[in-house]
């Protein structure tokens, strides 16, 4: 699939200017190196359209500014390096306020649908601490509509590194 | 003010079954589980699972690949190999 190419394509770039970091160095930084110049790479595939995005390449900066700075050049998405995250909006306090008065007067079901929701809030939670940016996702929708993305993207980053070591151990089996 | 807030929150509840509904589908672990509705929460928390197990792969094959780039530092006919792969 073309998005596959794509990542293929940012990823190779992206090791060579890492290069650097992966001849003659220690397994650690080798890993490391592979592990950010895999993640500038799926990142840059949005071109800063989805906030997970944004915030990945915030990441992966603040790990190593000079060396994604130079790769975000070699792939020819400087601009990346500048995107903005949102503010976090944080109405917490004034919504569990209101939540307790209406809470008092409530039926058996009631009771239950706001447990169910509870529920679901602290799954959301969960969800926040797994995509990169979803401490500033405050909408349940947005936060879904990013993870959706941010999977498929991942899947992609997946098979990809998958089929070139898969390849690269079974050549050298042989 | 009452009916407004209740509206609002009608539309994006229906927007986020919609949603969750497209989660269900993406996770393989729940596109197995064709019998009868899965809760929200359940979801959710398969998500969570499953973006884990991704973090954890992508961990694993960069831990391979070093390994073996490290192979590659002889020039032999293993780092051309992974060179030509990687270009």
Known sequence: SSMNEEFLKKWQMGLQIFSPSIDNTSVSERK?????????AMASL???TTCWSRALIQKTATEDNFLVRQMLS???EEPLINKKLPKVMCHRKIVRRSKKILMRRKSRSAMEEVAAKKLVKKKTQGLRNVVPGGEFMSSNVLLIQETLDYIISLQTQVNVMKSIVDAAEAGIER | MSSRRSRQSGISDDQIANLVTKLQHLIPELRRRRSG???ASTVLQETCNYIRNLHREVDDLSDRLSELL???DDNSA???IIRSLLN
């Open chain 2, 78 to 80: 293993e780092a051309a």
């Open chain 1, 32 to 40: 490391r190196a592979i592990k950010l110049s895999a993640d500038v």
């Open chain 1, 46 to 48: 949005r071109k800063g």
């Open chain 1, 74 to 76: 070699g792939i020819k």
């Open chain 2, 70 to 72: 490290a192979s590659t």
């Open chain 2, 37 to 39: 509705k899965v809760s």
